[in-house]
C-alpha cells in the first residue's frame, strides 16, 4: 500500500521561499508520476507541477520560473522548491502519485497536504 506524507510547508513573506518535501512508501515509486497539487480556501485543487517517471516536468503557467520540481528516486521522494512566493500561493499543497497508466484504476493516491501561508 502507497503512503505519501507531504511536509515543508509554513508562513513565508511575499518573496521568500519554501521547498516541499513528499515522502512516498510503498514499492516502485520509480513507475508513480508524481505531482503537486494546491487548494485554497473555497476554490478547487488545481495542479501546480508534475514530473514523470522520465523526468520530465510540467507547470502551471501561474508558478513556472518561480517553482521547480524534481525527484529522487533513491530516497523516494518528491520536491517543490517554491522562490518568490506571492500571497496568491497561499493554499494546502498536495502530492500525488499516479500509476494507473501502468498499474489500472485504482493506483492514484494523495498525501494528507501541508499549508503554506504567503503573508507580511
Known amino acids: 500500500q502507497v503512503q505519501l506524507v507531504d511536509s515543508g510547508g509554513g508562513l513565508v513573506q511575499p518573496g521568500g521561499s519554501l521547498r516541499l518535501s513528499c515522502a512516498f512508501s510503498g514499492s516502485a515509486f520509480r513507475i508513480y508520476a508524481m505531482a503537486w497539487y494546491r487548494q485554497a480556501p473555497g476554490k478547487q485543487r488545481d495542479l501546480v507541477a508534475g514530473?514523470?517517471?522520465?523526468?520530465?516536468?510540467n507547470y502551471a503557467n501561474s508558478v513556472k520560473g518561480r517553482f521547480t520540481i524534481s525527484r529522487d528516486n533513491a530516497k523516494n521522494t518528491v520536491y517543490l522548491q517554491m522562490n518568490s512566493l506571492k500571497p496568491e500561493d497561499t493554499a494546502v499543497y498536495y502530492c500525488?502519485?499516479?500509476?494507473?497508466?501502468?498499474?489500472?484504476?485504482?493506483?492514484?493516491?494523495w498525501g494528507q497536504g501541508t499549508q503554506v501561508t504567503v503573508s507580511s
Open positions: 500525488n502519485a499516479d500509476a494507473r497508466a501502468v498499474l489500472g484504476i485504482g493506483n492514484r493516491y
Open positions: 514530473i514523470t517517471t522520465n523526468g520530465v516536468t
